[in-house]
């Protein structure tokens, strides 16, 4: 039995990502394939690499894409910035501070954690104090969290970190295009991201930017292969344990050398580039404004439905809040219903908050007012039905309030 | 300057890959996204599993994709099947060979190579020698090699493998789709590809298949992420030197328990469906039938153009052939003619082939008669302006008597 063609149902997308794409990020990829050296496919590379130069807010000639899902793009910063034995410094305050230092762990670095709460973030003199004590090679940091909804705060760190001598590393996977990020003015060394969070594309391409200075590092390490090295090419005996992810190898077939290294995945590449140019044509700004718009409206909406919000809201994502599931309702259930009756997708949680609360997106091409008012209306009716006592109207005049304002 | 939306030229990929993809493929990529643990999705990562099952000819319930190019592929079986200090033995009879080695060298695996001169391939007797000689814990050997087109034959090597110990591992990323492969009729432990060749994707997800003694091997090894361990999962102090491309881990996310791994590339995931349902709807000896006539005839029309094959012929893959550049044509100008004036492009050569032979492929949606011909008149003119003495129509007609004889 062969299945017909891919024929996916109606969903809205208003979980913690993947979210709905932009449709125009959905037609690029449909655009017919190139080869890899060709003219078009170099410049459209080239292209893409000024465009989250603007994305992410740097000069970094070092900034490109690495062909996986995010978490490829953490793992090729890890692995090529980090030798075996190093000390790395994680800060967890999440399920994705844990993911950070286990993908060092795999890369046999010496990993410190400092935690906190989740639903909280680190003071930057925190950070400054463990790093005092750690002396890490590198600090590896999660802006965003998907699991608590909490936004660390950068902008002390990265100065911290200078006056250190230590690489500074953030993921910002669930954050980047939503919220604020400032790769250069915050002194980022690395930063890496994914399409299927603000950036509203699919998964399966990580953007990542490094200073000249990480660029030094992942240089030093380079080695060439066997089948296309040339005479009086290099190769450290210190070399990346990858060669997917060895980013000095990457770099040479972004670079003018355009040493054969992947073929790149060009579909996804035409979906990144799209995501940045719809980022860019309304403006950074203006997208963050948008996502900042709909996540206050998203937040006064479920509160006026009377749930209680989980976490330290003042340092919440733009793009995501966690609520608590009323007692009594069941949360499966009735997300299950939110799903089937309302083609509307929010999402369950991890680790110490399973069970405990549903998280809502509200990001990229769905950082909307009718995707707002419509995930609130069908909240509302979801959860009357299972029993939970809430206000008539209550949740989608209180966000259509916050967007009456705006106006 | 913010650049217009993704627009490609015209082009016919008759190079060795990336080729054009099949227009349902570009047509699927489009589809709308749903969340990852949508019914709809866990429902399409099953279908796409069954899919790939007919096309690697396999039972192996461990059938999969990983999120990446196909060397990803090759990576995910080298990092979680070989424990560093791990004999692997690499038969290399082209560039692809030499990457394996490089990727198990970098998973620090003691890697011992046999070579052949480009152009040819291993007797199953020199495999098996080096086997006893080395006793290796894995062979990796490449199926079909673009940098030489040459074809390994491997239906003998699996029994081979079996009676030593070792598992058997096959790059079939070239080969896969155009040519016969039978998982396990041969034997395979493991094989991997990409979507970029026969299979008519675009690059950037990565078909793998395991067999369950190589499914032993990678779950033995297995780690769950402190963020997502619940008390009595495992824990091997053996672990994979990767997050990313643990199969252990990834086998979890595709298999019952969906632990959450990696966000699946779900537009990718829509386009491997794609290619392996529009293989399977058209039949996998059809298309493999098809590839065969359709490099018969670009053989016998570059041969009635007077162009030397380079290899030995009869063990070349379907899906590709390599011409020598006749003595006097400038290569890179003749090339780059084929792709301004007719929008055709053919490839160049990697190493010791580097400048010496243009290779063509016919593989996928362009493993068809109009392609073949129309790429042997643009051929034939392009020779002709640059110097070369070639028989007015011999290529083209040469090549529709294959198809006319076919008929």
Redesign the interface.
């Known amino acids: 039995m ?2 017909g ?7 809205l ?1 208003m ?1 913690p ?5 932009y449709p ?1 990020v ?11 050296y ?1 003219p ?1 496919m170099t410049s ?1 590379m080239a ?1 893409t690499q000024e ?1 989250y130069r603007g994305v992410w807010s740097t000069t970094n000639d070092a900034t490109l894409l690495v ?6 793009g953490i ?1 090729a910063a890890m ?1 090529s910035l980090v030798r075996p034995g190093d000390r790395v410094l994680v800060p967890v305050f ?6 950070l ?3 060092a762990e ?3 670095a010496e990993v410190h954690t400092i935690e906190t709460a989740w639903g909280q973030v680190f003071p930057a003199s925190v950070i400054e104090e463990a790093i005092i004590r750690v002396q890490p090679t590198l600090l590896a940091l999660v802006q965003g969290d998907t ?1 608590t909804t909490m936004s660390q705060p950068l902008d002390e760190i990265g100065a911290i970190c200078a006056r250190h001598g230590v690489l500074f590393y953030s993921d910002a996977t669930a954050s980047l295009g939503g919220n604020d990020f400032e790769a250069d003015a915050w002194g980022l060394d690395a930063a890496s991201a ?1 399409l ?1 969070k603000c950036l509203g594309g ?3 391409s990580a953007p990542i930017t490094l200073s000249e200075r990480a660029v030094e590092v992942v240089t030093a390490r380079k ?1 060439i ?4 090295r040339e005479p009086g090419d290099p190769s450290a005996p210190d ?8 980013l000095g190898m990457i770099l040479d077939y972004w670079g003018p050398r355009r040493l ?9 590449l ?2 990144a ?2 995501c940045a ?1 719809v980022l ?2 309304e403006g950074r700004g203006e997208v963050i404004a948008r996502h900042e718009l709909a996540g206050r409206a998203m937040l006064e909406g479920v509160r006026a439905l009377g749930l209680v919000v989980f976490g330290d809201v003042a340092h919440k994502m733009n793009n995501v809040v966690a609520v608590e599931i009323p007692e009594g309702v069941p949360g499966d259930v009735a997300r299950a219903a939110m ?1 089937e009756d309302f083609g509307i ?1 929010i999402g369950t949680s ?2 110490p908050l399973h069970g405990r609360v549903w998280r809502i997106g509200t990001m990229g091409y769905n950082a909307r007012k009718d995707a707002v008012l419509t995930t609130l209306v069908a909240l509302e009716a979801v959860l009357r039905r299972y029993g939970a006592s809430v206000p008539v109207g209550g949740g989608v005049e209180a966000a259509a309030d916050v967007y009456r304002a705006a106006a």
């Open positions: 062969i299945p063609p891919i024929d996916p149902p109606a969903r997308l979980g990502g993947p979210i709905s794409a125009s959905l037609s690029a990829m449909s655009a017919p394939l190139v080869g890899q060709d078009f459209a292209e465009l062909d996986g899902t995010s978490r490829a793992e692995v999440g399920r994705f501070g844990h993911l230092a286990e993908i795999r890369a046999l699991s994914g299927q699919p998964s399966g080695k292969e066997a089948g296309i070399f990346v344990r990858s060669n997917y992810f060895d054969n290294h992947h073929t790149e995945a060009t579909s996804m035409y979906a580039r799209e140019r860019l044509l799903l997708e991890f680790g």
